[in-house]
């Protein structure tokens, strides 16, 4: 019997999961039970990482004491920051820094899965935003345990008091891509853990996945796009020729999705509201250009294809527009999608069993060896 191969694993159902519903036909994403257009907006991040971890929101009391418990393992191992203070004295790219680091969090605990959760949830902000700081000749921020995730996450970067807006918009963005089914990243998660091995180890394989620039790589030159045209009347023209040189356009088109991508409406709905009060509003109305005219171009040029804005457009224009530098772009992912991550760890552990597919083998056979 000759088996079907599925390049790229793409229609194969790998295992059931209650944490996220990936309608790519209908341009619908469900995480945990919640249109994502409804929770990520309203919802903090404590709260998603309640949802997520157990199957339903938290009343106040429960909301308190997880935020109490994250909070409190914000703290980072100090062989973690010695790794950390040897890879900015190199200069090591910050996905890689994420990589290395996130695999020391195994220093002095008890292995426990869902407190590995709870520790790499908490550190991975920290993690973040003070190799930053070690890269760029400034000391780490000292652990603060009366923010929110999202204000911890920009104090640990800028070290400076931080506004409601840029918190808010920030962990939008975070809840927004928490979850999205079977991606690279949370499949690699899932593969190791699949093996009974801990948190630990899954998510450091996760950052891997994330880092290769198929996956996680996109936000920042999609915002490059809109600085190179820099003025809406050249907008049009640049990206027709962009578009008959075969360039991608980075931030649309989509493998799932065949409609608009429910995240990019989520995240230019943040988009608006933030530039309302903070940030270039200038830089926001060219955006809104460019993204009109990448429309019309692509309609035009490439006709019956589904490539409309993705998640990528607005996660570039809402992150520059609080603060982050392109080169933390994907580490700002990593920091939400780590709770998907996780949730897909415990639920794997609770109820999955190994995965090994098999291979179909093309080599040849009957070769004889010869001294």
Not at 28 to 37: P, S, T
Not at 320 to 338: I, K, Y
Request: with cysteine; aromatic share 8%; proline share 5%.
């Amino acid at each position: 019997m000759i088996a079907e191969i599925h390049e790229g694993l793409e229609g194969v159902v790998a295992s059931a999961t209650r944490l996220s519903l990936v309608d790519g036909a209908a341009g619908r994403l469900i995480l945990a039970g919640y249109a994502v257009e409804d929770i990520a907006p309203r919802a903090s991040f404590e709260e998603m990482a309640h949802l997520f971890w157990t199957g339903r929101l938290p009343d106040a009391q429960e909301l308190k004491a997880l935020t109490a418990t994250l909070a409190s393992r914000r703290s980072l191992p100090s062989g973690t920051l010695v790794l950390m203070r040897e890879a900015a004295r190199q200069q090591t790219p910050v996905m890689d820094a994420l990589r290395m680091a996130s695999s020391t969090l195994s220093l002095g605990r008890n292995e426990d899965a869902q407190h590995d959760a709870y520790t790499l949830v908490a550190a991975f902000p920290g993690i973040i935003g003070g190799y930053w700081r070690l890269k760029n000749g400034q000391e780490p921020m000292k652990v603060n345990e009366n923010l929110s995730h999202g204000e911890y996450f920009l104090h640990q970067i800028f070290g400076s008091e931080i506004g409601p807006e840029r918190a808010r918009g920030l962990e939008t963005y975070m809840n927004t891509v928490c979850d999205h089914g079977f991606n690279a990243s949370t499949f690699t998660a899932r593969v190791i853990a699949s093996t009974h091995s801990d948190l630990v180890s899954a998510i450091t394989g996760a950052v891997g996945a994330l880092k290769g620039p198929l996956h996680g790589g996109a936000p920042g030159p999609a915002l490059d796009m809109v600085f190179e045209i820099g003025k809406p009347e050249r907008a049009e023209s640049m990206i027709r020729e962009k578009v008959r040189r075969g360039e991608r356009l980075m931030g649309f088109g989509h493998r799932v999705y065949k409609v608009r991508d429910p995240r990019a409406d989520v995240l230019a709905a943040a988009a608006e509201k933030f530039y309302t009060t903070e940030g270039d509003r200038e830089l926001y109305k060219l955006a809104l250009d460019v993204e009109k005219a990448a429309l019309k171009v692509l309609a035009e040029e490439k006709p019956g294809r589904p490539l409309n804005t993705n998640v990528e457009f607005y996660t570039a224009l809402l992150l520059h527009g609080v603060g982050l530098p392109t080169e933390l772009f994907t580490p700002a992912f990593a920091a939400g999608r780590v709770l998907g991550w996780s949730a897909h760890c415990l639920e794997q552990l609770r109820e999955g069993r190994l995965i090994r597919p098999d291979s179909m083998y093309q080599g040849p056979t009957g070769l004889k060896f010869k001294n």
